[in-house]
């Protein structure tokens, strides 16, 4: 958390124009529409990782950019993956 804040001083410091409002932004694709073949499991701990943060916490989707419908998979996956000890609950 403490990065982030300090990432988006430097660059209100950095760039004069720097307006959060009109903050030029990249259309996010969902990873699993973008792939068909992508296939989320939820005993893969590798594939479930890139969706958790170093926490353990489940990212929003405006981090993962995936669809509704794919969150909610992704969700799923990963509380299922905790319970069966493959992804941790939390992490220091
Ligand atoms: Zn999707």
Do not use: S
Not at 13 to 42: G, I, M, Q, S, W
Not at 57 to 66: C, E, N, S, Y
Not at 82 to 87: D, F, H, K, N, S
Request: charged fraction near 35%.
């Amino acid at each position: 958390m403490a990065d982030k804040k300090n990432n988006r001083k430097n660059n209100r410091n950095n760039d004069e124009d720097y307006n959060p409002r009109f903050r030029k932004t990249r259309k996010k694709v969902c990873p699993l529409c973008a792939d068909k073949n992508l296939k989320l499991d939820y005993k893969n701990a590798e594939q479930l990782k890139k969706f958790i943060n170093d926490k353990g916490k489940i990212l929003p989707r405006r981090a993962t950019g995936a669809c509704a419908i794919h969150q909610r998979d992704i969700t799923l996956a990963v509380k299922r993956a905790r319970q069966i000890a493959v992804l941790p609950y939390t992490q220091e």
